[in-house]
């Protein structure tokens, strides 16, 4: 079992940064897959941006520019940087984690782990 826990959400103006730590514990090997999806209310959980043990990243195409993942596998522990925020950036944010994997992937099935969501919320 892995457990997730989320952080750093919160109400900010448009055109703030955020960052979102995920920390991860139990049963989690380096050779995994950090990712974070968001929600907005009434809505699916798309994508936002992933990276692996050996540190490939990849992102939405929304958030590409201005966004960053960062992690650190000696605390199991992954970073969403988010600058530059816009109200569409609105959602409950969640970590995900999928263990004995290297390759990346988008879908909200390949995580068998989240966590319990941190919210933000970006004023106009």
């Known amino acids: 079992q892995v457990r997730l826990v989320e952080s750093g959400g919160g109400l900010v103006e448009a055109g703030a940064s955020l960052r979102l730590p995920c920390v991860a514990s139990?049963?989690?090997?380096?050779?995994?897959?950090m990712a974070w999806f968001r929600q907005p209310p009434g809505k699916e959980r798309p994508f936002v941006a992933a990276i692996t043990g050996s540190g490939n990243t990849d992102y939405a195409d929304s958030v590409r520019d201005r966004f960053a993942i960062y992690r650190d596998n000696r605390k199991m522990t992954a970073w969403l940087q988010m600058d530059s925020l816009k109200p569409e950036d609105t959602a409950v944010y969640y970590c995900g984690f999928a263990n004995f994997a290297g390759r990346m992937d988008y879908s909200v099935r390949k995580y068998d782990y989240w966590g319990r969501g941190t919210k933000v919320t970006v004023s106009s």
């Open positions: 139990g049963e989690t090997v380096t050779r995994s897959i």
